[in-house]
């Protein structure tokens, strides 16, 4: 059974950044397109951030330019870089992994990201 664990939220002042790292366990990594979601209160959940198996990114219009999401293979890990944070940013972060070819999707727990201004 794949698991995802996030970590890296927390408090941050506009203007600063914050790291994300997703761990991956249970599965094949490679095999499986990755991504970043955010959910703010009262909100609807949304894509941040995706990164394909072949590396290849795409970025929601609000992020474009400020966040880099990432991978490392060897280490089953994905990241999402997070730079001029604001706080229309707060939210919870969600890391998701979709395998294409057999339909299945995780998510992890979610870490908390706050922004103040």
């Not at 499986?32 to 198996?53: D, H």
């Not at 604001?86 to 395998?99: E, G, I, R």
Request: charged share 15%; glycine share 12%.
């Amino acid at each position: 059974q794949v698991r995802l664990v996030e970590s890296g939220g927390g408090l941050v002042q506009a203007g600063g950044s914050l790291r994300l790292s997703c761990a991956f366990s249970g599965g094949i990594f490679t095999l499986y397109n990755m991504g970043w979601y955010r959910q703010a209160p009262g909100k609807q959940r949304e894509l941040v951030a995706s990164i394909s198996t072949g590396g290849s990114t795409n970025y929601a219009d609000p992020v474009k330019g400020r966040f880099t999401i990432s991978r490392d293979n060897p280490k089953n890990t994905q990241y999402l870089q997070m730079n001029s944070l604001k706080p229309d940013d707060t939210a919870v972060y969600y890391c998701n992994a979709h395998w294409s070819a057999v339909g299945r999707t995780y998510w992890g727990q979610g870490t908390q990201v706050t922004v103040s201004s």
